[in-house]
């Protein structure tokens, strides 16, 4: 008699594991789905909220590229005396404040746009110093000259970056 009882209560207690595993599981997934429904929610509002700083971020930094454009610096930033040396440093520093101003701006943008934008400023420092070194720049007028001659017969770092910056922006949407 005893062995039968222990058997009806195996029969009684299987339904009730089973149905306690199931309930389990059920719960476990629930549980599961909704974090996972709650980060998407979460996610959505700081997408929304974070897209209007991103689009201002990239909104600055083409500003940014086109202030540094060697044709447009060298006709906003007027030579002070006929120094080259001190012209060229004068268009360095115009450059290198412009780009203290948005360093900020690196938080809300992809690092490899940053990398490219920071790489387009270095090579417009390179390009004007460049141009001072050579021998026929003898003058700030004539340093003018040269980079923007320069300027004619090939692309400029900053305009190569404002095009990779403007693909950047159209992937967001």
């Known amino acids: 008699m005893e062995v039968s009882r222990i058997i009806d209560l195996f029969l009684y207690a299987i339904p009730t594991l089973i149905t306690g595993v199931i309930a389990y599981y059920f719960f476990r997934e629930h549980t599961k789905n909704e974090d996972g429904r709650r980060r998407f929610l979460l996610k959505k509002d700081l997408q929304v909220n974070a897209m209007p700083l991103r689009l201002q971020a990239y909104e600055r930094m083409a500003l940014f590229l086109e202030r540094i454009s060697p044709s447009k610096l060298l006709i906003r930033v007027h030579p002070t005396s006929s120094n080259k040396e001190d012209y060229e440093a004068l268009l360095i520093q115009n450059i290198e404040q412009e780009f203290e101003h948005n360093l900020s701006q690196q938080i809300y943008i992809s690092d ?32 003018r000259e040269v980079v923007l001659t320069e300027m004619m017969e090939r692309r400029s ?17």
């Open 112 to 143: 490899k746009c940053w990398n490219i934008i920071a790489t387009a400023k270095n090579a417009t420092i390179q390009l004007i110093r460049k141009a001072g070194m050579l021998e026929k720049t003898d003058t700030a007028n004539k340093l």
């Open 157 to 173: 770092p900053s305009e190569a970056a404002l095009s990779f910056v403007k693909e950047e922006v159209s992937e967001l949407w």
